[in-house]
């Protein structure tokens, strides 16, 4: 399914030592691998989707970092390019709200029709003071458009703490909760990303399936049938050799932001200033966005030239669309951004650059799941290799701290 050369990009001598880093994953107990088969939410979700089809014109998702970017990728990998600006789509327009520019909350509502809406508010914690303060404008508004908030408001978020579960018990608005020990970035095959991508008609048992189909190899204790931790072990071994970031190039456009997804879940999960023994040791790989072949004109004199810090991932999707030819000439935009990867690899090598090639046949459901679940697990390996905590935040924490101190002063 997802096959990548394995070539002289070094595994560090670690694959003897699988036995031991899983049982240090293990112990950490984070959910990320296991909630796939929690067969409950799965059904709620889709009584929900089912209960809910044709009734709403757009859904609109408030959320950030982890509560937003899993769907922003599904969207636009799963679904049509132009969804939202087809006019025969019968599907709902989505619309993921991860920032707070004005900008963009008001010309948002120039689109929407707050009577034909529904607002999916996603937070884990439920304190995020970006995502409470876009909640309380769409509920002032939709309280200004006499509106039901248990038709127009669904809650993703903490079974118990934060501020969407008062409304949500009180006022009876529908809510999925977010297992304690599945953090935002990890969250992307819980209800988070379930919920919009049911929504939007995208098959989240595929999407499962082919993330159990990987959670087998991460689980695996033969190396060679372990992509994760084949991945994890490259990373590692070239940033002890001075390559401490990581461009992530997929060669095609419906993977791009699956390219933003992985920038937060490494970055988030691996910059870390202690180590599972206090010691300061401000490790980190640096995550880079790319995207084939557009990217070769902005960044691509940089890496054959520039510093030789980086190691490349680039992703390759054998079966793009239908064969699209070039008018008079022999000559396809497959086989030609084909082409042009290949000279990619050819010159990042020449140039004694590392990189690998992940290959995945096609883009799909299955396929998604599985590439979700290769790097969540490949980064929780990573972790254990860096001696770090892959699963805490505590420099997001700090800046939402100091955020909520400053508007108590308010
Ligand atoms: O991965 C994380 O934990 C963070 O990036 C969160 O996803 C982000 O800060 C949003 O937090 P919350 O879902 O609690 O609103």
Redesign the pocket.
Known sequence: MIQFDLKNLGTDNLNGDIDKYLKAVKSREQGFYEIIDDKKTISDVKSFAKKVRGKYSDIVVL???????GIICLQQSLKHLFENELKKSKIPKLHVLDNIDPNLITELEDVIDYKKTLFIV???????P??VAQYFYFRAKANTHKLDPKKHFVFI??PKE?FLRQPANEEKIPSFA?PENV?????VLTA?GLLPAALIGINIDKLLTGARVMRDQFLNKNFKKNLPFQLASIQYAQYKKGKTMNVLMPYAQKLSRFADWYR??LA??IGKKFDNNGKVVNVGITPINALGVTDQHSQLQLYNEGPNDKLFILMEVEKLAPELKIPNQKLSFNKLLKIEQAATTQALTKNNRPNLTMKIYTINEENLGALFMLFESATAFLGEFFNINAFD?PG?ELS?ELTKKTLSRL
Do not use: P
């Open positions: 959320g950030i970092g982890g509560s937003a970017l996603i937070s884990k914690s439920g304190c995020t970006e995502t978020t903490d934060g977010i953090g935002g970035r990890f969250s988070v937060q879940l988030e999960s935040q997001v939402k």
